[in-house]
Each structure stands twice: as C-alpha cells, then as structure tokens.
C-alpha cells in the first residue's frame, strides 16, 4: 500500500527566504505526482505535475523534482512572500488510485 | 471557464440522517473525483465517475454512494450519517483524454459538513 509522507509538517520563514517542502512514497512505481496549494477552509490548487518519465517541473519561482529510485519529491519555492502562505500537498497516482501526504503548513513573515 | 462549483458550502446536520452534496465540474470536463478531507485522516479519495459509471472507488463504506447525470453534474450521498461524517468534502474534475493536462485534477471549494 502506497505511503505519502511529507516533512515538515509545519514551516515558518520569513519573506524572501528560498524554502523546499519534501514529500516523500512507499512505493516508486508511480504514474505522476502533483503537488497542491489548499487555502484554509477551500479546495486545492494544482501546481505542478510532474509525469514519472520526467524530473522536474518549474513554474515561475516554484521548482519541483522528483526521483522515483529514492521515493522523493520537493518542491522549491524562491523568494518567499506572505501570500505563499498555505499548505502544500503533494499527491502520488499508481493506476486509478491517487494517494495524499498530509501536508506542510507554510507560513511566510512579513 | 467557470471552475468546478459545490453546492451547498456549507452543511449541518444531525447523527441518523443523510445528506445529498453536488458538484459541477468545469465544462467539457467528465471524469469527477470526490474526496474526504478531515484533520485526522487527511484527504481520501471517496470515488471516481466518469460518463455517469463509477470507475473506481476508495475504502469507505456503503452508507457513502455517489452518480453521475448525462452532463457530468455529480452529486454524492451519505446515509445515516455518524459524527466522524463530519468533514471537507472536495470534488475534482479532470479534462478529457488526448488534452495536455488531462492528469490534472481541477478541484472545487469543498462542502464542509458537520454532525452534530
């Protein structure tokens, strides 16, 4: 049974500091893994994906890797600011089944 | 395009009695995903459908069921509802096969249900 598992459960940067959530899975035979942003109280928005065949995903000051051998992913984001301020999931598809981490609580100081 | 909406948002009701949620994906959209987000399990994915058939399903029990109309509105229903009901419920449409973003899943605001 896949296993997600993000680390730290809980970040506190302040503005403009580089920062990277780890996600990390049981079992490396994925199809793709997608990393999410979930306001409090509201839905997720999709970041990024990355297929398994690929490496990594960037999208503006967002950067994610990922290497399926160690069962790892990250997502960098650069020059933090306070409306980064969320949680970040990352979520892992085998076939039909879609599995997520608990999250990482992102806070940004101003 | 309109993103996926949820109706209600919002939702109170008491132990023993049910509940039907509703999603409407974005258009041209017709898979449909629902999930459970609560603080001690995290997210679970409840069920998938897609062309009004359940295509796959999580590891929840039968009180929770779900359809699919002909234009790819999908509603979920929960019967005899039990305290630990009480949650965010997500619904997520995905775009159809042969699009570039097709594995993305686009996901609405969430009904929150509470049991009292």
């Known amino acids: 049974k896949q296993e997600v598992t993000q680390i730290p459960a809980a970040l506190s940067v302040p503005e403009g500091e580089n920062l990277v959530l780890n996600c990390s899975f049981t079992?490396?035979?994925?199809?793709?893994l997608q990393w999410f942003r979930q306001d409090p109280g509201k839905g997720l928005t999709s970041l990024l994906l990355?297929?398994?065949?690929?490496r990594e995903q960037t999208s503006g000051r967002l950067n994610a890797s990922l290497d399926k051998s160690s069962g790892r992913s990250t997502l960098y984001i650069a020059a933090s600011q306070p409306g980064d301020s969320a949680t970040y999931l990352c979520?892992?598809?085998?076939?039909?089944?879609?599995?997520f981490g608990a999250g990482t609580r992102l806070t940004v100081k101003p | 395009k309109a993103g996926v909406t949820q109706t209600p948002r919002y939702l109170i009701k008491t132990r023993g009695q049910q509940v039907t949620l509703s999603c409407s994906p974005i258009s041209g959209h017709r898979s449909v995903s629902w999930y459970q987000q609560t603080p001690g399990q995290g997210l679970q994915f409840l069920f998938e459908y897609f062309s009004e058939t359940q295509r796959n399903k999580g590891n929840f029990p039968g009180r929770f069921s779900g359809r699919q109309f002909s234009n790819s509105r999908s509603e979920m229903n929960v019967s005899t509802l039990e305290l630990g009901d009480s949650a965010l419920y997500l619904c997520?449409?995905?775009?159809?096969?042969?699009?570039?973003?097709?594995?993305?899943?686009?996901f609405g605001p969430g009904t929150r249900l509470t049991v009292l």
């Open positions: 079992d490396s035979a994925i199809y793709n």
């Open positions: 979520a892992v598809k085998q076939g039909d089944d879609m599995r």
């Open positions: 990355i297929q398994s065949s690929q």
């Open positions: 997520a449409s995905s775009p159809p096969q042969g699009t570039l973003s097709t594995d993305t899943q686009y």
